[in-house]
């Protein structure tokens, strides 16, 4: 696609429950990244993939949270059991993998748990 | 120690003025080195990057670097109100892929 694309762009969900988050990365690219953005904060780092494989996930911040993907292209963020301390905004880039690619970022998924 | 730090601001400027944004960062063999912009409720969005010691112009933007100061600045000439977002300074590590490591962000205002 011409862009990253993630969905949904908006997703309010009950404490306790389980989210999944896509993103489709721009065509091409074999790096994608996850980052989360609490409001007014910087951007966290929680995971990255070169492929189907994930070098760095040290950002994840518990075993709630996990990530996968597939044929080198769709990834899917997953929380499960929410809590009000993951409501933020989940950015997912993609890059070509060499060091020193322009990472491009998508809309983002606002998640809110209440 | 963050490992990129920035001052979160608000910097504000005159419309016309010379906005200058700071940034240091830790890892002393980082060796790439971006600035986004980010307005309120939107993504980031690649505005420089730059690789190398010295200054890297693009338009109304200039990056400058110097890393035995471990120093990465945003100079943006003719501030304009449409300038008015948040600045987020963005490192490279040498672990392997492109991670990025951000500071938090300075937000700036050009006011008219």
């Known amino acids: 696609g011409a862009g990253v694309s993630q969905s949904p762009s908006n997703k309010v969900t009950e404490k306790g429950k389980d989210v999944e988050l896509r993103c489709d990365p721009i065509?091409?690219?074999?790096?994608l990244y996850w980052y989360r953005q609490s409001l007014g904060q910087g951007l966290e780092f929680l995971i990255y993939?070169?492929?189907?494989?994930?070098?760095?996930k040290s950002g994840l911040p518990s075993d709630r949270f996990s990530a996968e993907r597939t044929g080198g292209s769709v990834s899917t963020l997953t929380i499960q059991r929410t809590q009000q301390e993951d409501s933020a905004v989940y950015l997912c880039?993609?890059?070509?993998?060499?060091?020193?690619?322009?990472?491009?970022f998508g809309e983002g998924s606002w998640l809110t748990v209440v | 120690q963050k490992e990129v730090e920035q001052n979160s601001g608000p910097l504000s400027v005159p419309e016309g003025a010379i906005a200058s944004l700071n940034c240091t960062y830790s890892?002393?063999?980082?060796?790439?080195f971006f600035w986004y912009r980010q307005y309120s409720g939107k993504s980031p969005e690649l505005i420089m990057s730059?690789?190398?010691?010295g200054d890297k112009e693009d338009g109304r933007f200039t990056a400058q670097l110097n890393k035995a100061s471990q120093y990465v600045s945003l100079l943006i000439r003719d501030s304009q109100p449409s300038d008015s977002a948040t600045y987020l300074c963005?490192?490279?590590?040498?672990?392997?892929?492109?991670?990025?490591?951000f500071g938090t962000g300075t937000q700036l205002k050009v006011e008219l």
């Open positions: 065509s091409g690219h074999t790096a």
């Open positions: 890892d002393r063999v980082s060796q790439s």
């Open positions: 730059i690789y190398s010691n």
């Open positions: 963005a490192v490279g590590n040498t672990g392997g892929g492109n991670k990025l490591t």
């Open positions: 880039a993609s890059s070509l993998f060499q060091t020193g690619n322009t990472i491009y």
């Open positions: 993939f070169q492929g189907n494989s994930a070098p760095d």
